[in-house]
């Protein structure tokens, strides 16, 4: 079943970036735009997902959504996939007193569940979006940090390691020149799975009124504002970014699920 | 009493054959050897007799109860419930346990042990208890010593042989090891591709070919090790070892796993530090510079090792080409079409087609994979080279080519070895003296031929004793 | 050598202590030290000139230097003494002590539904790989782990409130004018299963549903997934095959040789999955309107009112360590090799 559901969350992502990218010019209607008299439309051949409140078109606040969803995501897990790999590699191949203060402030961040973790920075650093970036990057470091190790730390003494030292390469070589590269698939994997779980979490923390605050679009935002007319028969308002907000992971943790299968089929679990 | 009969048996696996007509007998109080290569169909066979795969053809008959004994025996019992419970599973009470277990040679107070907290020969004992329990006329042993090391291979199958002799059991012992099968089995059917070639008696295959041990060719010292020790915490790896390589000779080490012998090869070459102890090669100290430095070591290039296990040992994103070239890159500063040259000479030497180059390692065989690191072991042009466990992953017919491969270099680039084993047969093929190591220390050493004759350490003995006579024999 | 279960326990107890230490040392950095300056955010309005700043720094004893201010933080906090909520007024450990239940049966209520259907489903996926059930499996194990929470739980009250109108108004815990049963558990079914009081019961098992499902739903997709991967690699494993040689009893062989197995890296994710459901709380708590500690968490942090903050994290750290310690016995007792002692 991975190989057309993979080629599907592919072009589904392929989708999500090409409208993260031009999304705000070809959206049908200014998603700024106020005018309370039509508020509360539902769909419509007009507004295809209705429009809110003060009468802005849902449809096009979704698409300019995907921008500012998938740049949080992506700059938190580029941030943590470097730092993460870099750090867990070095600890995994010299162990020593790097290796146990790292390991002591993995355990620290993990005693705590991480979206608390997320929650308690965003407040101690800031209510911003650039600090969303950075609270999501901190909670998924400790995944980069722990993964990088133990595979580094399983090779460490690997025959195609002792060749490279052999050969002349210096720690430094092997670590960067020679493990990391070959961790690159499977970090490639983890990054796939982590886009999703990243996007969740970020559009998690702006439904609670975190991070991205109105007017701006952004899919938790939506749905939180969406939220009181629920109760009032007016779904569309919530329903329709959250359905985005959904797409998009759900695109994601396939493609990841089939880049993984691809790599290491033996591995295949689902 | 026939115990069992097998006519024309096939099973298949999808659209491969695993089994093809295969038809055999096996009487009561008969050892019968089951001998073939991995994927000759032997433990497919197996499998058939116990009834745990279909066969699509061919019938078996026979009386009596069978039982399994399999390779692996730690894995192949449950890891989470203790033995005498496993035990009390298959008996129905737990009050024959510890009869049984003592039957197998375990203390009955072992009942209590998981089968992690034993050795792996216990545990096949315990699996051979397992099946004994059930009562069986015919006992199936497939490839029962695998991952054991020598002397306890020998106990494991004296011990099945012996409560089949009690018993009157019948026997079917599995194994590629044609020389050990010659040793035990009353006749033995060869397989081959799922095929039965034929089935033959111990008496009618040739005798062992008679090794030729070579002279120890006196040289000045290339190599001197004194007191050399690695300790892991209490754990004492290797313990005050001494030794001398001389120039262009090749020197064997033996020993069991654990022995200690891997952790001294990693100390002579540089890639960990020892605890105690000096090595100095070429009249300079290089155990002054610790491992993380040897890297950029003047003489990394002269002293090169060839990693155990090939396959493992190439870096799965490099090609053939590029393997080799990047030792020559860093240690020999070569580049364009010098490198190119030198590897192409390199490529030449250990006969590997130049269509290889480009090859990643998973495109390559065993053999090739062999090739490879021993050309990129001999890139920089080394004068002491570091053998581990050069053929251990490689298949009969393979191994010798690769020590004839070993040999010729030795004899054209004059270049010296240590060939770390744990088979003497591979150290007698190659060396003119031999070390024998046990629990980190060399307890015997002198010229091969010596060694062999006259041991002088009961623990060499005990390895000698246990290499089966005719291991030179392939089916 | 391995060690008795509860000398195990006892190992595993003492081990948490330091992790329970890095914690406190956490959130003293995280929520004292990060922000630019707490009583400045703090004193806002009309009053608050430098003065007042600066008074405030003394009352809080930001002047202090940082290890003194450490110590007097762990001091509080093993006295109980987690401050004053400046928007309920009352003490931290009161608030926090008196949601705690509601939060408690929500996510107990709803690890127990995960706990069963995913342990179920995973099972049946496992037995009968490339079935329906096994298809089924695979879909939910990838489905759910990309539910957010509160669309779920929006969609949830969309179509079982405002549509179908099953299910009671989704705010709190009870209907609007019923009085709760007397607090003896603080579980509003034990409690009012102990009064006698059946419309309350029937009131609090309507109010939980919604809630309770969109929480276990969540933890339905790994744990589902989980199971079936460790079953699949237990059933082809050497062990299992030496029992059917055996011709062990079919029970046997599947209770104590494929089960047991397959517990122990079940066992091992439950504490992360419980983890995920901490997290998820908050979430469904504001989409719920239950009155637990995500809630109370939750205005604290609109309101960037420190103290119940502060709480709120150590608490769920607490409990998170507890339910790791439970998961680290289980192991231990399930899997001898997690007991031995290096």
């Known amino acids: 079943m991975t190989r057309p559901l993979g080629i599907a969350a592919l072009l589904a992502i392929g989708l999500l970036i090409l409208l993260a990218l031009i999304g705000p010019a070809i959206v049908p209607h200014d998603p700024l735009a106020t005018r309370v008299a039509s508020g509360l439309q539902p769909p419509s051949a007009v507004h295809w997902f209705g429009t809110d409140q003060l009468g802005r078109d849902i449809f096009s606040r979704v698409v300019v959504a995907t921008r500012l969803d998938l740049a949080i995501a992506?700059?938190?897990?580029?941030?943590?996939?470097?730092?993460?790999?870099?750090?867990?590699?070095?600890?995994?191949y010299f162990g020593g007193v790097l290796d146990r203060w790292a390991g002591r402030v993995v355990d620290m961040l993990m005693a705590f569940p991480l979206f608390v973790v997320a929650m308690a920075l965003v407040v101690a650093l800031g209510n911003s979006v650039a600090n969303i970036v950075y609270a999501t990057a901190i909670i998924n470091l400790p995944f980069y940090i722990r993964f990088a190790r133990a595979e580094v730390a399983v090779r460490?003494?690997?025959?195609?390691?002792?060749?490279?030292?052999?050969?002349?390469?210096?720690?430094?070589?092997?670590?960067?020149?020679?493990?990391?590269?070959?961790?690159?698939?499977?970090?490639?994997?983890?990054m796939s799975l982590n886009?999703?779980?990243?996007?969740?979490?970020?559009?998690?923390?702006?439904?609670?009124?975190?991070?991205?605050?109105?007017?701006?679009?952004?899919?938790?935002?939506?749905?939180?504002?969406?939220?009181?007319?629920?109760?009032?028969?007016q779904w569309w308002v919530a329903v329709f970014p959250g359905l985005a907000l959904m797409g998009a992971v759900f695109a994601f943790n396939l493609a990841g699920d089939a880049l993984r299968d691809l790599l290491d089929p033996r591995r295949r679990t689902t | 009493m026939t115990l069992a009969e097998v006519s024309g048996?096939?099973?298949?696996?999808?659209?491969?054959?695993?089994?093809?007509?295969?038809?055999?007998?096996?009487?009561?109080?008969?050892?019968?050897?089951?001998?073939?290569?991995?994927?000759?169909?032997?433990?497919?066979?197996?499998?058939?007799?116990?009834?745990?795969?279909?066969?699509?053809?061919?019938?078996?008959?026979?009386?009596?109860?069978?039982?399994i004994v399999f390779q692996n025996a730690r894995r192949a019992l449950n890891p989470t419930r203790t033995i005498g419970r496993q035990l009390a599973d298959v008996l129905g009470s737990p009050v024959r346990v510890g009869d049984m277990l003592r039957r197998v040679g375990l203390s009955p107070d072992r009942a209590d042990a998981y089968p992690f907290e034993l050795?792996?020969?216990?545990?096949?004992?315990?699996?051979?208890?397992?099946?004994?329990?059930?009562?069986?006329?015919?006992?199936?042993?497939?490839?029962?010593?695998?991952?054991?090391?020598?002397?306890?291979?020998?106990?494991?199958?004296?011990?099945?042989?012996?409560?089949?002799?009690?018993?009157?059991?019948?026997?079917?012992?599995?194994?590629?090891?044609?020389?050990?099968?010659?040793?035990?089995?009353?006749?033995?059917?060869?397989?081959?591709?799922?095929?039965?070639?034929?089935?033959?008696?111990?008496?009618?295959?040739?005798?062992?070919?008679?090794?030729?041990?070579?002279?120890?060719?006196?040289?000045?010292?290339?190599?001197?090790?004194?007191?050399?020790a690695k300790h892991y915490g209490k754990l004492r790896a290797v313990d005050g070892v001494d030794l001398v390589v001389r120039e262009g000779e090749a020197l064997g080490l033996v020993g069991e796993s654990g022995c200690g012998k891997s952790t001294l090869a990693a100390m002579l070459a540089r890639l960990i530090d020892p605890t105690a102890g000096r090595i100095e090669f070429a009249g300079e100290d290089i155990a002054a510079v610790p491992a993380r430095r040897a890297a950029a070591a003047a003489w990394r290039g002269r002293l090169q090792m060839v990693v155990q296990d090939a396959g493992d040992s190439l870096d799965p994103r490099l090609t053939a080409a590029e393997a080799v070239a990047a030792p020559l890159r860093r240690l020999c500063r070569l580049s364009g079409a010098a490198l190119h040259a030198r590897v192409a000479e390199l490529f030449d030497r250990v006969h590997l087609p130049r269509a290889l180059h480009d090859?990643?390692?998973?495109?390559?065989?065993?053999?090739?994979?062999?090739?490879?690191?021993?050309?990129?072991?001999?890139?920089?042009?080394?004068?002491f080279v570091i053998l581990d466990e050069p053929t251990a992953a490689l298949d009969a017919a393979l191994q010798d080519a690769i020590m004839r491969l070993l040999d010729d270099l030795r004899r054209d680039l004059g270049v010296a070895y240590l060939l770390?084993?744990?088979?003497?047969?591979?150290?007698?093929?190659?060396?003119?003296?031999?070390?024998?190591?046990?629990?980190?220390?060399?307890?015997?050493?002198?010229?091969?031929?010596?060694?062999?004759?006259?041991?002088?350490?009961?623990?060499?003995?005990?390895?000698i004793a246990a290499i089966p006579q005719g291991r030179a024999l392939r089916p | 050598m391995r060690q008795s279960i509860p000398a195990f326990a006892a190992r595993r107890l003492l081990a948490?202590?330091?992790?329970?230490?890095?914690?406190?040392?956490?959130?003293?950095?995280?929520?004292?030290?990060?922000?630019?300056?707490?009583?400045?955010?703090?004193?806002?309005?009309?009053?608050?000139?430098?003065?007042?700043?600066?008074?405030?720094?003394?009352?809080?004893?930001?002047?202090?230097?940082?290890?003194?201010?450490?110590?007097?933080?762990?001091?509080?906090?093993?006295s109980g003494d987690l401050g004053r909520s400046l928007t309920t007024g009352e003490p931290v450990l009161a608030d926090l002590l008196q949601r705690l239940p509601a939060s408690l049966e929500l996510t107990i209520a709803a690890f127990a539904v995960a706990l069963a259907a995913g342990i179920a489903l995973g099972t049946a996926a496992a037995f009968r790989p490339g079935s329906a059930v096994d298809h089924a499996c695979r879909f939910i194990a990838t489905a759910g782990n990309s539910l957010p929470g509160f669309v779920v739980g929006l969609c949830l009250i969309y179509v079982f409130y405002v549509r179908l109108g099953w299910s009671p108004e989704p705010v709190g815990r009870l209907d609007g004018l019923m009085v709760p049963p007397p607090a003896v558990t603080g579980f509003l079914l034990a409690d009012s299963l102990l009064a006698g009081d059946g419309a309350a019961f029937r009131s609090a098992l309507g109010h939980l549903v919604l809630p309770a499902a969109t929480m276990a739903l969540f933890a339905l997709a790994p744990l589902a997934r989980i199971t079936r991967a460790a079953l699949i690699e237990v059933l082809a494993s050497d062990y299992v095959r030496t029992a059917r040689a055996l011709q062990l009893p079919t029970r046997l062989v599947v209770v104590h040789y494929a089960l047991h197995n397959a517990a122990v890296p079940i066992v091992t994710t439950l504490g992360l999955i419980f983890s995920y459901m901490l997290g998820a709380n908050v979430l469904v708590e504001k989409v719920f309107a239950w009155p637990g500690i995500g809630s109370y968490a939750l205005e604290a942090v609109l309101s960037a009112d420190y103290a119940p903050i502060q709480g709120y994290v150590l608490l769920v750290a607490l409990s998170f360590a507890a339910v790791n310690l439970l998961v680290d016995i289980l192991y231990g007792l399930l899997d001898p090799r997690a007991r031995i002692r290096p």
């Open chain 2, 119 to 228: 050795s792996g020969g216990m545990c096949q004992r315990v699996m051979i208890a397992l099946a004994l329990a059930t009562d069986p006329a015919l006992l199936i042993a497939d490839e029962p010593t695998t991952g054991l090391d020598t002397t306890v291979q020998a106990t494991i199958l004296d011990l099945i042989a012996d409560l089949a002799r009690e018993r009157g059991m019948g026997t079917i012992l599995i194994t590629h090891d044609l020389a050990l099968a010659a040793q035990r089995c009353d006749r033995i059917a060869l397989l081959e591709g799922g095929r039965l070639v034929r089935i033959v008696l111990p008496g009618d295959l040739p005798p062992r070919p008679v090794a030729s041990p070579q002279a120890a060719a006196p040289g000045s010292t290339l190599l001197r090790v004194d007191g050399l």
């Open chain 3, 16 to 78: 948490i202590l330091p992790v329970l230490a890095g914690a406190v040392v956490f959130v003293f950095v995280v929520m004292r030290l990060l922000p630019a300056d707490p009583a400045a955010f703090l004193v806002t309005g009309p009053q608050g000139g430098p003065e007042q700043i600066a008074a405030l720094r003394a009352r809080l004893g930001l002047d202090r230097s940082i290890p003194e201010q450490l110590a007097r933080y762990v001091r509080d906090v093993l």
């Open chain 2, 9 to 67: 048996l096939g099973v298949s696996f999808g659209r491969i054959r695993a089994v093809d007509d295969v038809s055999f007998t096996v009487a009561a109080g008969e050892m019968l050897g089951l001998v073939g290569a991995s994927g000759s169909g032997k433990s497919v066979t197996a499998l058939a007799l116990m009834g745990l795969v279909k066969p699509d053809r061919g019938t078996i008959t026979g009386q009596g109860r069978r039982a």
């Open chain 1, 195 to 233: 886009l999703g779980w990243a996007i969740l979490n970020a559009a998690g923390l702006s439904f609670i009124g975190l991070g991205v605050r109105p007017p701006a679009a952004e899919w938790g935002v939506l749905t939180a504002e969406g939220a009181p007319f629920l109760i009032s028969g």
């Open chain 1, 74 to 92: 992506a700059s938190a897990v580029c941030l943590s996939l470097v730092t993460g790999a870099a750090i867990g590699a070095a600890c995994g």
């Open chain 2, 359 to 383: 090859r990643l390692p998973y495109q390559l065989s065993g053999g090739q994979q062999a090739r490879v690191g021993i050309a990129r072991a001999l890139a920089p042009g080394p004068g």
């Open chain 2, 420 to 463: 770390i084993s744990h088979d003497l047969d591979v150290i007698r093929q190659l060396c003119g003296r031999v070390m024998v190591m046990q629990a980190g220390r060399i307890v015997e050493a002198g010229p091969v031929a010596e060694v062999f004759a006259r041991p002088a350490h009961p623990h060499t003995a005990g390895l």
């Open chain 1, 156 to 190: 460490r003494d690997a025959g195609y390691v002792q060749a490279a030292r052999l050969g002349g390469a210096g720690p430094w070589r092997i670590v960067f020149g020679t493990l990391l590269p070959n961790l690159a698939p499977s970090l490639a994997v983890q």
